[in-house]
């Protein structure tokens, strides 16, 4: 495992952290630990996403709606029912 897998791993590098590392070093990296690097730093990216998107919707104050009126736009009839068509 290199340094930045290291780093990577123990939160103490970003995804553009761990890119931009990889860039600078990618002559002295094998092509098949890049792969293994490049998977780590796409579950790092996803992780940063879900908790970026988990913060935005905190602040908002976002509640997620009730399925009481789960037919509150177009109502399920026009899409399971078949109708005189």
Not at 2 to 10: F, H, R, S
Request: with cysteine.
């Amino acid at each position: 495992m290199c340094i930045i897998c290291v780093d990577l791993t123990k939160d103490k590098l970003t995804s553009m952290e761990a890119r931009n590392n990889l860039k600078e070093m990618s002559s002295e990296i094998a092509e098949d630990h890049k792969l293994e690097l490049l998977n780590l730093i796409w579950k790092k990216e996803d992780e940063e996403f879900h908790k970026e998107y988990d913060q935005a919707l905190l602040e908002q104050n976002y509640d997620h709606p009730s399925n009481d009126g789960d037919d509150w736009f177009w109502g399920e009839d026009w899409m399971f029912n078949s109708g005189s068509d």
